[in-house]
């Protein structure tokens, strides 16, 4: 049983990378262009609410995925884990080129929700690695599932913002669909690496849930599970430290999304107003730090600092350094920005990247030294995570429309204050969490 394991897994595991990498890169590829595309969609149809529209696709995606995740997972229960990471390739590939083609704000909207939508298979990859890994090689191979994390959101923007407005970069694009379309070369280059995954899974993605054990989930139905991850999501935002850990995420992540929304409305607004004139090239360049620099924080630096300090005293180390990052982002000066803005965005990528290991070694030590069942917890803190991205960007949309044309104190500040404050909430929240020593030694 072990080597059939093993065998299955040589090829399906650069499979399981790729997918779980396009998730990400498909979520950041559009950060450092959406301003941009949304701005012209606007004019076009008359709309003045330009954060709000910005808000409302950046929250779409999420949404999307939040409430589509439970369904894959039900039909790979059914039909096999293979076909339903394959329909979530194909469904990339389709609705990344309908975005890049949107001609109005609308269809817009509904590209990025279905590309959300068939992107929410991340939880059929990690049922795939579960049913193919023995319990000594699971939290190996899960790790594989972070790597593509990091690394697909350093690639997203980055490309985005490379391949955004190539007619005005290249004269070979002139006069061609992509200055019509200034925005389709990013989405198609997406498309390409789901169609590269695709071609990857049909030939070395073997099934990995037998026909025999498929009948087990029959009677579990998508809303069944979505019922079940509410009520366990509350559960578990009762339950003592469990609870404290979950909303200090909660609020992190809260903040964190709300200047996904908001960095590039700052850095795209004229200098005149306040703002860096900056152009989709240079604001992907930036996100890409962001990713690079929190690749090397969690894969060289969290686990010195684990050892030292513990995770429970690095978490609120983690939210400060995060939470001084974006406060200080709208108070660059366009003379020295890059500069300024290096320094400030690797202050955010250093506490994201502590905050996210540190707090996840703190939930598992936890759940398990009071006997809770991880799955369980595991759950519900990724509920609450996918809640708290779904009503980030909106937030800051929502707060940048309403502040962004008024005077000190509510200015185009505001939104970055506001991820903050709630970065010094968590801070806050997560000295009640005891430094025991079993949580510092599970680092070791």
Request: aromatic letters at 12%; hydrophobic letters at 50%; charged letters at 10%.
């Given at each position: 049983?072990?080597?059939?394991?093993?065998?299955?897994?040589?090829?399906?595991?650069?499979?399981?990378?790729?997918?779980?990498?396009?998730?990400?890169?498909?979520?950041?590829?559009?950060?450092?262009?959406?301003?941009?595309?949304?701005?012209?969609?606007?004019?076009?149809?008359?709309?003045?609410?330009?954060?709000?529209?910005?808000?409302?696709?950046?929250?779409?995606?999420?949404?999307?995925?939040?409430?589509?995740?439970?369904?894959?997972?039900?039909?790979?229960?059914?039909?096999?884990?293979?076909?339903?990471?394959?329909?979530?390739?194909?469904?990339?590939?389709?609705?990344?080129?309908?975005?890049?083609?949107?001609?109005?704000?609308?269809?817009?909207?509904?590209?990025?929700?279905?590309?959300?939508?068939?992107?929410?298979?991340?939880?059929?990859?990690?049922?795939y690695i579960g049913d193919v890994?023995?319990?000594?090689?699971?939290?190996?191979?899960?790790?594989?599932?972070?790597?593509?994390?990091?690394?697909?959101?350093?690639?997203?923007?980055?490309?985005?913002?490379?391949?955004?407005?190539?007619?005005?970069?290249?004269?070979?694009?002139?006069?061609?669909?992509?200055?019509?379309?200034?925005?389709?070369?990013?989405?198609?280059?997406?498309?390409?690496?789901?169609?590269?995954?695709?071609?990857?899974?049909?030939?070395?993605?073997?099934?990995?849930?037998?026909?025999?054990?498929?009948?087990?989930?029959?009677?579990?139905?998508?809303?069944?599970?979505?019922?079940?991850?509410?009520?366990?999501?509350?559960?578990?935002?009762?339950?003592?430290?469990?609870?404290?850990?979950?909303?200090?995420?909660?609020?992190?992540?809260?903040?964190?999304?709300?200047?996904?929304?908001?960095?590039?409305?700052?850095?795209?607004?004229?200098?005149?107003?306040?703002?860096l004139g900056y152009n989709e090239?240079?604001?992907?360049?930036?996100?890409?730090?962001i990713g690079i620099t929190g690749?090397?924080?969690?894969?060289?630096?969290?686990?010195?600092?684990?050892?030292?300090?513990?995770?429970?005293?690095?978490?609120?180390?983690?939210?400060?350094?995060?939470?001084?990052?974006?406060?200080?982002?709208?108070?660059?000066?366009?003379?020295?920005?890059?500069?300024?803005?290096?320094?400030?965005?690797?202050?955010?990528?250093?506490?994201?990247?502590?905050?996210?290991?540190?707090?996840?070694?703190?939930?598992?030590?936890?759940?398990?030294?009071?006997?809770?069942?991880?799955?369980?917890?595991?759950?519900?803190?990724?509920?609450?995570?996918?809640?708290?991205?779904?009503?980030?960007?909106?937030?800051?949309?929502?707060?940048?429309?309403?502040?962004?044309?008024?005077?000190?104190?509510?200015?185009?500040?505001?939104?970055?204050?506001?991820?903050?404050?709630?970065?010094?909430?968590?801070?806050?929240?997560?000295?009640?969490?005891?430094?025991?020593?079993?949580?510092?030694?599970?680092?070791?």
């Amino acid at each position: 049983m072990t080597e059939d394991k093993n065998d299955a897994t040589k090829g399906a595991l650069f499979v399981l990378f790729m997918v779980t990498m396009i998730d990400m890169i498909g979520f950041g590829i559009v950060i450092p262009f959406l301003t941009y595309l949304v701005e012209d969609l606007a004019a076009a149809d008359g709309i003045t609410e330009v954060g709000l529209w910005v808000g409302l696709l950046m929250t779409s995606y999420s949404a999307a995925q939040f409430l589509f995740s439970p369904f894959w997972g039900t039909i790979s229960d059914r039909i096999g884990r293979r076909p339903v990471l394959m329909i979530g390739l194909i469904g990339n590939t389709v609705f990344f080129t309908m975005f890049g083609l949107a001609n109005t704000l609308l269809i817009a909207l509904l590209a990025r929700f279905l590309a959300g939508v068939f992107n929410g298979n991340l939880a059929v990859a990690k049922a795939y690695i579960g049913d193919v890994s023995t319990p000594s090689q699971l939290t190996s191979r899960m790790g594989i599932i972070g790597a593509a994390f990091g690394l697909g959101f350093t690639i997203g923007p980055f490309i985005g913002g490379e391949l955004s407005n190539p007619a005005a970069r290249w004269e070979i694009f002139v006069d061609t669909i992509f200055d019509t379309y200034p925005y389709l070369l990013p989405c198609i280059a997406a498309g390409a690496l789901s169609l590269v995954s695709l071609i990857f899974a049909y030939f070395k993605l073997p099934e990995s849930l037998p026909k025999s054990k498929r009948s087990n989930f029959d009677s579990v139905g998508w809303s069944s599970r979505i019922g079940n991850s509410v009520k366990q999501s509350f559960s578990m935002l009762n339950n003592g430290l469990i609870s404290v850990i979950i909303w200090v995420k909660m609020l992190f992540i809260f903040g964190f999304t709300i200047m996904h929304a908001v960095f590039i409305l700052y850095t795209g607004m004229d200098i005149d107003a306040g703002g860096l004139g900056y152009n989709e090239a240079q604001n992907g360049r930036l996100f890409a730090i962001i990713g690079i620099t929190g690749i090397i924080t969690q894969g060289v630096l969290i686990g010195p600092l684990s050892k030292r300090f513990g995770p429970a005293r690095l978490l609120p180390i983690s939210c400060i350094l995060c939470g001084l990052g974006l406060v200080l982002i709208p108070y660059t000066q366009a003379d020295w920005a890059f500069a300024y803005l290096f320094a400030v965005v690797i202050l955010i990528s250093v506490g994201n990247g502590i905050f996210q290991p540190s707090s996840s070694s703190l939930l598992t030590t936890t759940a398990k030294q009071n006997g809770i069942n991880l799955g369980v917890v595991m759950g519900a803190q990724e509920s609450v995570s996918s809640f708290a991205r779904i009503i980030g960007p909106l937030t800051g949309g929502i707060v940048w429309t309403l502040t962004v044309s008024r005077k000190w104190p509510l200015d185009y500040h505001t939104a970055f204050l506001l991820c903050g404050v709630l970065m010094a909430m968590a801070a806050l929240l997560s000295l009640k969490i005891p430094h025991q020593k079993e949580q510092i030694q599970s680092e070791e």
